[in-house]
């Protein structure tokens, strides 16, 4: 069974950091893009930053270019979402998924049914 698990949430004072990760596990983890959502309480739920398969390739939402930076690791078959500079909009729940389409795709439709756990973060004026 595919198994996400999102952690390194928390609360943050504005400008601050935290970095995500998400552990996985059962599936080939280098076949497949990876994503980071969010979902803010009223809102719906954004794409944040997905990662390619095989080349490497990223995407970021206009919102958080610049200030988060989107890893993955083989070895620990793990996605780390490092984010700086963080502001109050950047609350929410945030979630990561797996799928075999383009980082675009996956960003941009969350067409994937894998969906993990999310860990809160908070980040305060």
């Known amino acids: 069974d595919v198994q996400l698990q999102a952690s390194g949430g928390g609360l943050v004072q504005t400008g601050g950091s935290l970095r995500l990760s998400c552990a996985t596990s059962g599936f080939a983890f280098d076949d497949y893009a990876i994503g980071w959502f969010r979902q803010a309480p009223g809102k719906e739920r954004e794409g944040v930053s997905c990662?390619?398969?095989?080349?490497?390739?990223?995407y970021y939402a206009t919102s958080v270019k610049g200030r988060f930076t989107i890893s993955r690791d083989s070895a620990k078959n793990t996605v780390y979402l490092q984010m700086n500079s963080l502001k109050p909009e950047d609350t929410a729940v945030y979630s990561c998924?797996?799928?075999?389409?383009?980082?675009?795709?996956?960003?941009?439709?969350?067409?994937?049914?894998?969906w993990g756990q999310g860990t809160l973060v908070t980040v305060s004026s």
């Open positions: 998924t797996v799928d075999q389409v383009s980082v675009e795709t996956l960003c941009r439709f969350a067409p994937s049914d894998f």
């Open positions: 990662i390619s398969s095989s080349d490497g390739s990223t």
